[in-house]
């Protein structure tokens, strides 16, 4: 051993100096061989934390922390007694370490946090030993403590004091504080260790420990008291208010776990209190803890609850220190003093225990009504302290009390679900104040600009909004009228005040417009669309339009919608209050159904520099898309001279916005990252595709529609051609983000426009399709030009997906030519969004798309049946696999169902019809991926539906394709039933059951479809062939013909599992 430390000094030392590289990794190694091997190399880290070097030394901090973590390795993994010689061995060290240096040394005073892992390893140490080893390990401690008696120094050693009390602290934490039990994963063995140590401490030490601890609080809170009338700063003041405050959290971490009546006694109680108001900060936060564990300590009867709580009387207290401290805080000002709001902190969650320990007593009044009595009587004396907690300035305070808060409302709630009578005038008064408080707080601070806010305070105020929010919910639920008269009175009174011309706070300006912002959500037992704002009759859908709603009465957020826009408060000099009012204005569209007069000067306030042209680009990027979502919203109630003139309103806006991100890397890409984070233009193509929107309105004059619609993509076109040149050679990435921003617009204003539809109805105004088409012709020689770049075939994909959208089958002919561009340079990763684009064109082009379909299909499933057949690596390639499977059978079941499915038998692609079945049915198969089983079955269907059908009467020929049903009979229905019977299929699991559904109905589509053969074939061939006795079989088959698909699929689901259940008995 004596050998050995030189090396295991010399590594730990070359471990903590980095410079040493080249030895670094030996040491480290050496190290952690160590510490592995903690069962026989805990005496070297013994000898080095407790001995000497042979100059008589400690040995280097650095070397005895390292030996400390070593012996906690050793400790925290044992629970079996130690052998004798090494408990011996490490009890005599340990306690000759304490007397030299706790009794008579400085206790590590120049390494503190040596000092505090000491007592984490004493505290690991105590717990392997107490119980069966070392009971007297308290009583060994105590008997260092007491000095010899002197006037002017402490009765007790300060040194051991300390120690005692982080051993004790450390000591509940293990065995006692779920909180650190549920950071780490559970152990049995360490639980029923935690447990027995706990409780023989309860049975041998409890009362030792209580009284050693108090009797040194009192020792020292003495000391402090006479210091105090001496000097405001001293040693000795500091070592007294150190000991006290140790003393009393010592006193809380127990409290928790060990006999009520150790902890609640004559001299507890005076003593607590005295020190709840105490001058320092740290004696008065660590005796809120103490109460706060205290009043919410389990005790098994109601009644002894009660009596703790009336002893306390902690509700008077509380009351007069918030009050005390409360007015402090306004005494203060602006001076902000964090650890005084601590303190109101902590107060506010010491009244919230306290409440919601008094509300449990509160629910046993069938059992206990005099307690129950009782406590409601308590509760309600401390419900307006709760308020002003509730008030407080600081949002950390004011949410202390949340917990509490719910728990009342809630039993409100349950009273007012079993009572019809009115409210209580008691309960009414509460919740009228408390409405009062929740709209207050709602407010921003009036000296705080949140543009300075960070996003964490902007987010943490925007959460606390939202908690206030749904206690005003919840206030709804009991009472409605209180909460619609409390926000609409201070909403109305507040637009009111500023249409008259009197001066606001932009903060109470806010919060009245954010009132009617949340009020629909608060208010949902109105009605919905237009009935949430007028008291109007019922009118069916279609004849809405010709019904004047002007002429009925407002509902309360009717009327508070109406002010708003009435008051004019949009044009507010403060940002926030302009963005709040067009948040509300757009969530609110029905309102401006029956009340159209408000759209214009809604409008107003949106264009002008209140919000799209406002110079602040946060502002003007939110406004485009409520700008938007108001437009979208209005549309059919703005006429062709509003939209003409709104258009010529915006025109300055469409200046395509390139901005290039901060890289944070050099090896980034710059035009992706700027294509991932494109800054203003995201915001910016909510406008090009209100432009479109707003065009489109424009549809009693073709000509000038056209003539519109040409002045806006014109320049875009021309910055299409002005950058094509220069964007060929892809060293600038500037031109290449100019084209794809340009087409991303051209896009989107085709988004505007409404749907082709089909059939075209007779008196339709048609868009423009000649410009549509000539945008679709630059587009197209843009991709042809510049094809190597995926963004730019991003861009034509969903430029073309919105054009083919808007004008059908006007751009067909640009299909081939757009399809062998996309695919000339493609990307594995694009897979999925080109086969969601042909989706797409199928959906909108049918027949039309035929021919590329038919020369397309072939070479894509061969090249996608590649990839699914390769092997998956990695949790990515597991992700993008499964989305490709999903896509192609998304895209096979479109093509079915848009009677398109003649491309797959074509003179082209018929030697790849069966290859391609083949592929299905291994997907049918896979039960790991059932998503994509129900999708292959639901193919496999519709193929069975159009190939398979017998020869008809009429003409002898068979429709379907020969011999197909030899394919189905040999090779699909044995499939079905390899999945039905497969180990791994649990029809317990919803997703599992949705495919055997699929599989019921793939069978009866079989059956149905080919009639008696069918019957035939599952009655006489292949159910005997699987063992089924003939009375099954012919049950089977015969429910299989008879029933309906609903009825059906029951039968089978109930057939299959109790035939299942059957099997594994």
Same mark, same amino acid.
């Given at each position: 051993?004596?050998?050995?430390?030189?090396?295991?000094?010399?590594?730990?030392?070359?471990?903590?100096?980095?410079?040493?590289?080249?030895?670094?990794?030996?040491?480290?190694?050496?190290?952690?061989?160590?510490?592995?091997?903690?069962?026989?190399?805990?005496?070297?880290?013994?000898?080095?934390?407790?001995?000497?070097?042979?100059?008589?030394?400690?040995?280097?901090?650095?070397?005895?922390?390292?030996?400390?973590?070593?012996?906690?390795?050793?400790?925290?993994?044992?629970?079996?007694?130690?052998?004798?010689?090494?408990?011996?061995?490490?009890?005599?060290?340990?306690?000759?370490?304490?007397?030299?240096?706790?009794?008579?040394?400085?206790?590590?005073?120049?390494?503190?946090?040596?000092?505090?892992?000491?007592?984490?390893?004493?505290?690991?140490?105590?717990?392997?030993?107490?119980?069966?080893?070392?009971?007297?390990?308290?009583?060994?401690?105590?008997?260092?403590?007491?000095?010899?008696?002197?006037?002017?120094?402490?009765?007790?050693?300060?040194?051991?004091?300390?120690?005692?009390?982080?051993?004790?602290?450390?000591?509940?934490?293990?065995?006692?504080?779920?909180?650190?039990?549920?950071?780490?994963?559970?152990?049995?063995?360490?639980?029923?260790?935690?447990?027995?140590?706990?409780?023989?401490?309860?049975?041998?030490?409890?009362?030792?420990?209580?009284?050693?601890?108090?009797?040194?609080?009192?020792?020292?809170?003495? !000391?402090? +008291? #006479?210091? *105090?009338?001496?000097?405001?700063?001293?040693? @000795? $003041? %500091?070592?007294?208010? =150190?000991?006290?405050?140790?003393?009393?959290?010592?006193?809380?971490?127990?409290?928790?776990?060990?006999?009520?009546?150790?902890?609640?006694?004559?001299?507890?109680?005076?003593?607590?209190?005295?020190?709840?108001?105490?001058?320092?900060?740290?004696?008065?936060?660590?005796?809120?803890?103490?109460?706060?564990?205290?009043?919410?300590?389990?005790?098994?009867?109601?009644?002894?609850?009660?009596?703790?709580?009336?002893?306390?009387?902690?509700?008077?207290?509380?009351?007069?220190?918030?009050?005390?401290?409360?007015?402090?805080?306004?005494?203060?000002?602006?001076?902000?003093?964090?650890?005084?709001?601590?303190? !109101?902190? +902590? #107060?506010? *969650?010491?009244?919230?225990?306290?409440?919601? @320990? $008094? %509300?449990?007593?509160? =629910?046993?009044?069938?059992?206990?009504?005099?307690?129950?009595?009782?406590?409601?009587?308590?509760?309600?004396?401390?419900?307006?302290?709760?308020?002003?907690?509730?008030?407080?300035?600081?949002?950390?305070?004011?949410?202390?009390?949340?917990?509490?808060?719910?728990?009342?409302?809630?039993?409100?709630?349950?009273?007012?679900?079993?009572?019809?009578?009115?409210?209580?005038?008691?309960?009414?008064?509460?919740?009228?104040?408390?409405?009062?408080?929740?709209?207050?707080?709602?407010?921003?601070?009036?000296?705080?600009?949140?543009?300075?806010?960070?996003?964490?305070?902007?987010?943490?105020?925007?959460?606390? !909004?939202?908690? #206030?929010?749904?206690?005003?919910?919840?206030?709804?639920?009991?009472?409605?009228?209180?909460?619609?008269?409390?926000?609409?009175?201070?909403?109305?009174?507040?637009?009111?005040?500023?249409?008259?011309?009197?001066?606001?706070?932009?903060?109470?300006?806010?919060?009245?417009?954010?009132?009617?912002?949340?009020?629909?959500?608060?208010?949902?037992?109105?009605?919905?669309?237009?009935?949430?704002?007028?008291?109007?009759?019922?009118?069916?859908?279609?004849?809405?339009?010709?019904?004047?709603?002007?002429?009925?009465?407002?509902?309360?957020?009717?009327?508070?919608?109406?002010?708003?826009?009435?008051?004019?408060?949009?044009?507010?000099?403060?940002?926030?209050?302009?963005?709040?009012?067009?948040?509300?204005?757009?969530?609110?569209?029905?309102?401006?159904?029956?009340?159209?007069?408000?759209?214009?000067?809604?409008?107003?306030?949106?264009?002008?520099?209140?919000?799209?042209?406002?110079?602040?680009?946060?502002?003007?990027?939110?406004?485009?898309?409520?700008?938007?979502?108001?437009?979208?919203?209005?549309?059919?109630?703005?006429?062709?001279?509003?939209?003409?003139?709104?258009?010529?309103?915006?025109?300055?806006?469409?200046?395509?916005?390139?901005?290039?991100?901060?890289?944070?890397?050099?090896?980034?890409?710059?035009?992706?990252?700027?294509?991932?984070?494109?800054?203003?233009?995201?915001?910016?193509?909510?406008?090009?595709?209100?432009?479109?929107?707003?065009?489109?309105?424009?549809?009693?004059?073709?000509?000038?529609?056209?003539?519109?619609?040409?002045?806006?993509?014109?320049?875009?076109?021309?910055?299409?051609?002005?950058?094509?040149?220069?964007?060929?050679?892809?060293?600038?990435?500037?031109?290449?983000?100019?084209?794809?921003?340009?087409?991303?617009?051209?896009?989107?204003?085709?988004?505007?426009?409404?749907?082709?539809?089909?059939?075209?109805?007779?008196?339709?105004?048609?868009?423009?399709?000649?410009?549509?088409?000539?945008?679709?012709?630059?587009?197209?020689?843009?991709?042809?030009?510049?094809?190597?770049?995926?963004?730019?075939?991003?861009?034509?994909?969903?430029?073309?997906?919105?054009?083919?959208?808007?004008?059908?089958?006007?751009?067909?002919?640009?299909?081939?030519?757009?399809?062998?561009?996309?695919?000339?340079?493609?990307?594995?990763?694009?897979?999925?969004?080109?086969?969601?684009?042909?989706?797409?064109?199928?959906?909108?082009?049918?027949?039309?798309?035929?021919?590329?379909?038919?020369?397309?299909?072939?070479?894509?499933?061969?090249?996608?049946?590649?990839?699914?057949?390769?092997?998956?690596?990695?949790?990515?390639?597991?992700?993008?696999?499964?989305?490709?499977?999903?896509?192609?059978?998304?895209?096979?079941?479109?093509?079915?169902?848009?009677?398109?499915?003649?491309?797959?038998?074509?003179?082209?692609?018929?030697?790849?019809?069966?290859?391609?079945?083949?592929?299905?049915?291994?997907?049918?198969?896979?039960?790991?991926?059932?998503?994509?089983?129900?999708?292959?079955?639901?193919?496999?269907?519709?193929?069975?539906?159009?190939?398979?059908?017998?020869?008809?009467?009429?003409?002898?020929?068979?429709?379907?394709?020969?011999?197909?049903?030899?394919?189905?009979?040999?090779?699909?229905?044995?499939?079905?039933?390899?999945?039905?019977?497969?180990?791994?299929?649990?029809?317990?699991?919803?997703?599992?059951?949705?495919?055997?559904?699929?599989?019921?109905?793939?069978?009866?589509?079989?059956?149905?479809?080919?009639?008696?053969?069918?019957?035939?074939?599952?009655?006489?061939?292949?159910?005997?062939?699987?063992?089924?006795?003939?009375?099954?079989?012919?049950?089977?088959?015969?429910?299989?013909?008879?029933?309906?698909?609903?009825?059906?699929?029951?039968?089978?689901?109930?057939?299959?599992?109790?035939?299942?259940?059957?099997?594994?008995?």
């Amino acid at each position: 051993m004596e050998e050995e430390i030189p090396h295991y000094v010399e590594a730990i030392c070359i471990a903590s100096e980095p410079s040493q590289s080249h030895l670094h990794q030996q040491a480290f190694e050496y190290l952690s061989n160590l510490r592995q091997n903690a069962n026989e190399t805990w005496r070297l880290a013994l000898t080095a934390f407790t001995g000497m070097t042979s100059e008589g030394n400690k040995y280097p901090e650095s070397v005895r922390f390292y030996s400390l973590r070593l012996l906690d390795e050793f400790f925290d993994n044992r629970f079996e007694p130690l052998d004798e010689d090494s408990f011996r061995t490490l009890q005599q060290s340990l306690i000759s370490y304490v007397q030299s240096e706790y009794v008579y040394g400085s206790a590590e005073s120049n390494a503190s946090y040596l000092r505090n892992k000491f007592s984490h390893t004493l505290t690991l140490f105590f717990l392997c030993t107490y119980v069966e080893q070392w009971p007297t390990f308290f009583t060994d401690l105590f008997s260092l403590i007491r000095l010899p008696e002197s006037p002017s120094q402490p009765q007790f050693n300060r040194h051991v004091s300390l120690l005692l009390f982080h051993l004790i602290s450390e000591i509940s934490g293990e065995v006692a504080d779920q909180t650190i039990k549920s950071a780490r994963t559970f152990n049995p063995i360490r639980h029923t260790r935690d447990s027995r140590v706990r409780d023989a401490v309860r049975e041998r030490d409890a009362p030792l420990i209580n009284e050693a601890v108090l009797t040194i609080i009192v020792d020292g809170t003495e !000391r402090l +008291a #006479l210091l *105090r009338k001496t000097t405001t700063s001293s040693p @000795e $003041l %500091s070592e007294a208010l =150190e000991i006290v405050d140790w003393g009393i959290r010592t006193f809380g971490s127990y409290a928790g776990w060990i006999d009520i009546n150790l902890t609640i006694t004559p001299i507890t109680i005076p003593l607590l209190f005295s020190l709840l108001p105490d001058p320092n900060l740290a004696i008065r936060l660590a005796t809120s803890t103490a109460l706060l564990r205290i009043i919410a300590k389990g005790l098994k009867e109601p009644e002894d609850k009660l009596q703790l709580v009336k002893v306390l009387a902690l509700g008077q207290v509380i009351d007069a220190l918030e009050s005390k401290t409360s007015a402090e805080q306004v005494a203060r000002g602006s001076n902000e003093d964090e650890g005084e709001e601590s303190y !109101r902190e +902590a #107060l506010g *969650r010491l009244l919230n225990v306290l409440g919601l @320990e $008094l %509300s449990k007593l509160t =629910e046993v009044e069938s059992e206990k009504p005099e307690v129950a009595a009782d406590a409601t009587r308590l509760l309600e004396q401390i419900l307006p302290v709760m308020l002003r907690f509730m008030s407080d300035k600081y949002d950390d305070t004011c949410s202390t009390v949340f917990p509490l808060l719910q728990t009342i409302l809630a039993s409100y709630k349950r009273s007012r679900k079993v009572s019809t009578d009115p409210l209580e005038e008691s309960k009414r008064s509460f919740l009228v104040s408390l409405l009062q408080v929740i709209m207050q707080k709602m407010k921003w601070d009036d000296e705080e600009d949140p543009s300075d806010l960070d996003d964490d305070d902007f987010s943490a105020f925007e959460t606390l !909004r939202k908690d #206030l929010k749904l206690s005003m919910d919840a206030v709804f639920t009991i009472d409605q009228d209180l909460v619609t008269n409390a926000a609409r009175t201070m909403s109305l009174q507040t637009l009111s005040a500023y249409r008259s011309g009197m001066s606001l706070n932009w903060n109470d300006a806010e919060l009245a417009v954010y009132l009617v912002y949340i009020f629909g959500e608060i208010v949902k037992t109105g009605g919905k669309g237009r009935a949430a704002f007028c008291v109007a009759p019922l009118v069916p859908k279609e004849k809405r339009r010709e019904v004047d709603y002007s002429e009925y009465p407002l509902t309360p957020h009717g009327e508070m919608l109406l002010a708003l826009v009435q008051s004019g408060i949009s044009a507010f000099p403060h940002r926030l209050v302009a963005m709040q009012f067009f948040e509300t204005v757009a969530r609110y569209g029905d309102f401006f159904k029956i009340r159209k007069e408000c759209i214009m000067p809604t409008l107003e306030a949106i264009v002008d520099t209140r919000g799209l042209h406002n110079p602040d680009s946060t502002v003007r990027s939110r406004t485009y898309y409520l700008f938007h979502r108001f437009i979208k919203e209005s549309r059919n109630d703005i006429s062709e001279e509003l939209a003409v003139n709104l258009v010529q309103g915006i025109r300055d806006l469409l200046t395509i916005q390139v901005d290039l991100p901060t890289l944070d890397s050099p090896d980034d890409d710059l035009l992706a990252e700027a294509i991932k984070n494109p800054g203003l233009f995201d915001s910016q193509l909510y406008l090009f595709e209100t432009l479109g929107t707003l065009i489109s309105l424009v549809s009693k004059s073709p000509d000038q529609q056209a003539g519109m619609l040409l002045s806006i993509v014109t320049p875009l076109l021309d910055e299409l051609s002005s950058n094509l040149t220069v964007a060929k050679g892809g060293k600038d990435p500037i031109p290449i983000l100019r084209i794809h921003h340009s087409i991303m617009a051209l896009g989107n204003v085709a988004k505007g426009f409404p749907d082709y539809p089909s059939p075209v109805p007779e008196g339709y105004c048609l868009p423009s399709l000649d410009v549509f088409q000539r945008v679709a012709q630059a587009i197209l020689s843009c991709l042809e030009a510049m094809n190597v770049f995926k963004d730019v075939r991003d861009a034509t994909r969903h430029a073309f997906a919105r054009i083919i959208a808007t004008t059908g089958s006007s751009v067909t002919h640009l299909i081939p030519p757009l399809m062998a561009n996309l695919l000339a340079q493609f990307e594995p990763s694009e897979l999925v969004d080109f086969m969601n684009f042909i989706g797409l064109l199928i959906h909108k082009l049918q027949s039309e798309l035929f021919n590329v379909l038919d020369e397309l299909i072939g070479p894509l499933s061969a090249h996608i049946t590649q990839l699914l057949n390769q092997p998956v690596t990695g949790t990515d390639d597991s992700v993008e696999h499964a989305e490709t499977k999903r896509a192609y059978l998304t895209l096979l079941t479109n093509v079915m169902s848009s009677d398109l499915h003649d491309i797959f038998i074509s003179d082209r692609n018929k030697a790849t019809f069966e290859p391609l079945l083949i592929s299905m049915s291994r997907l049918a198969e896979d039960i790991s991926d059932s998503s994509s089983q129900k999708s292959a079955f639901a193919f496999l269907s519709r193929c069975v539906q159009v190939w398979c059908r017998p020869a008809t009467a009429a003409d002898g020929q068979a429709q379907g394709v020969p011999g197909f049903e030899r394919f189905v009979y040999e090779r699909l229905v044995p499939t079905a039933f390899v999945v039905l019977s497969s180990p791994q299929f649990n029809i317990k699991d919803g997703q599992m059951m949705v495919v055997l559904l699929e599989i019921g109905n793939f069978l009866q589509i079989v059956c149905k479809t080919r009639g008696q053969e069918a019957q035939d074939f599952f009655l006489s061939a292949f159910l005997p062939s699987q063992g089924w006795p003939s009375d099954t079989a012919m049950e089977f088959t015969g429910k299989l013909r008879d029933l309906d698909n609903k009825a059906f699929r029951k039968y089978f689901a109930d057939f299959v599992r109790s035939s299942r259940s059957q099997a594994s008995s």
